[in-house]
């Protein structure tokens, strides 16, 4: 992060090794260095330092990026806000957190007006630093800043609640960030970025940093793309202007992406958020395109990223994608331990790795435990090392005492004609105690679906048990900050219907 990027950049002032894209503007790493040492000597001249938070309300700009580097340099907090987030619950986190000062994007001020009232706020519109600094020549002595410094203020997504705070420190980002791109670019991988790459941050900056991207392109030197307030139209056409070879994406995104006629042949794909659906494998190789899956989160930063062991490099294409398709190899220096439900082969998920912290920052729910956080997942460990994520604890339903992975129902239940969206939900049952019921998007024929799934258990794929005992149609499905199905609204949506 700071003290890192600061002597890469330092060392190599003038190498073009990559580029930034933002809209018209096309800087180097030489420049955006240049732009960064501006924005924090006018930090440092508004009093902000060590110990001061800043909120950054924002979409995937050159703003955006620029902050993320300028904040953490100028020995500050950067909290950049989840604008996913409802209006109140960004109301109460802005409160809670109370920072020293708010970079908000003009397009947000409106609907969010009644959060920075009477507090102190720059507006920017995407270029505001490079047009206020972009002449800068001034470098800054950085020898105030140190590696267990507060740097980042992650929020949350607050699925389960109110959002929750996580503190890191400068050495905590850096070790996280130096794992992600070595999972990425030094071992074999159908994601794999490198220095020839024109990698897009499609993943929102203020998730965990944009899954790392707002600092490994210029650790790598490859070019990065930023596309600024997502829209399906406008990111295709930014895709195809700039040639892009990388983006990352949650699932929700990667759906919209391949449903137009685009041509995305070539490009490497980073996928996340929930279950890779054999239907969306498919759709992918069908594009000629490639994937792997990214599980990290907020609470824990990286755990892992599918990647190529050395013994399957002969491996075929699709072979390597069914085998990484929701399994990852563990970031170096992390572990797992699984803490098995009954007598079954998986259990929850238990992580640990040098930049985990101890506690929340806000809102402590006693995840972290003696070095070791509770992931909420639910998952088992293959005899090769590989992690394979089943389920959220949360959504596991417990029916007549068996246990059944939601996630692995909805992957047979995506693979039926028409359905484009599914969710899995338990509810309460007098004899079994819960029940398993589906929700699919409307169009389809819940009936045949229903004879799809028992032929499935008469094949010997799925467990009687797991077929669900009622379809509900809906039209839309309810979304949480990170673009994943809200199973909690949902469950209230069909207890209501």
């Known amino acids: 992060m700071g003290i890192t990027i600061d002597r890469i950049w330092a060392h190599y002032p003038s190498e073009k090794s990559g580029e930034i894209t933002y809209s018209d503007i096309k800087i180097d790493y030489s420049e955006a260095y240049k732009i960064i040492n501006g924005v924090v000597k006018f930090l440092n001249k508004k009093e902000i330092g060590k110990d001061s938070i800043v909120t950054v309300i924002d979409y995937n700009t050159l703003d955006h990026y620029i902050l993320h580097n300028a904040i953490p340099m100028a020995g500050a907090i950067i909290n950049s806000m989840n604008i996913r987030l409802t209006t109140v619950n960004i109301k109460r986190m802005v409160e809670e957190i109370d920072p020293d000062l708010i970079f908000i994007n003009r397009e947000l001020m409106e609907p969010l007006s009644g959060v920075i009232e009477g507090r102190d706020s720059i507006v920017i519109d995407g270029e505001w630093a490079y047009n206020n600094f972009k002449n800068n020549s001034d470098i800054v002595n950085y020898d105030y800043l140190d590696e267990n410094q507060p740097a980042q203020l992650l929020l949350t997504a607050g699925t389960t609640g109110v959002p929750k705070g996580v503190l890191y420190s400068h050495k905590q980002v850096n070790e996280a960030i130096w794992s ?138 699709p072979e390597i994608e069914e085998v990484i398709r929701n399994s990852v190899n563990l970031a170096p220096f992390a572990s797992v331990r699984i803490e098995k439900l009954g007598s079954s082969d998986y259990g929850k998920i238990y992580f640990k790795a040098p930049w985990l912290p101890d506690k929340y920052y806000l809102y402590d729910r006693g995840n972290y435990k003696k070095g070791w956080f509770y992931t909420g997942d639910i998952g088992m460990l293959t005899p090769d090392g590989r992690l394979t994520i089943m389920d959220r604890e949360s959504d596991l339903i417990k029916s007549g005492g068996e246990w059944i992975p939601s996630a692995t129902v909805e992957n047979f239940i995506l693979n039926f004609p028409g359905i484009t969206q599914c969710a899995v939900i338990g509810l309460e049952d007098p004899k079994w105690g819960e029940k398993p019921v589906a929700v699919i998007n409307n169009g389809v024929d819940k009936y045949k679906l229903l004879d799809y799934l028992n032929s499935l258990v008469d094949g010997g794929n799925m467990k009687k048990w797991w077929v669900p005992e009622e379809v509900h149609n809906i039209d839309d499905f309810p979304m949480t900050g990170t673009g994943k199905i809200d199973k909690s609204q949902l469950k209230s949506i069909i207890l209501n219907q």
Do not use: R
Request: aromatic letters at 8%; one cysteine or more; hydrophobic letters at 45%.
């Open 180 to 317: 992600i791109s070595s999972l990425l670019s030094a071992y074999g991988g159908p994601a794999k970025l490198t220095n020839q790459d024109n990698a897009m941050a499609i993943v929102p900056m203020h998730n965990m940093f944009g899954w790392g991207m707002a600092y490994i392109p210029q650790l790598i030197g490859c070019n990065l793309i930023l596309g600024g307030k997502f829209n399906l139209e406008s990111t295709v056409k930014i895709i195809e202007k700039n040639k892009v070879t990388w983006i990352n994406a949650v699932i929700p995104i990667a759906n919209l992406l391949l449903s137009v006629d685009n041509n995305l042949s070539g490009i490497k794909i980073l996928l996340g958020g929930s279950y890779i659906s054999e239907k969306l494998k498919n759709q992918i190789l069908n594009k000629h395109m490639e994937y792997a899956s990214f599980y990290g989160s907020s609470d824990g930063l990286i755990a892992g990223i599918g990647m190529v062991n050395s013994y399957e490099s002969s491996k075929s294409l």
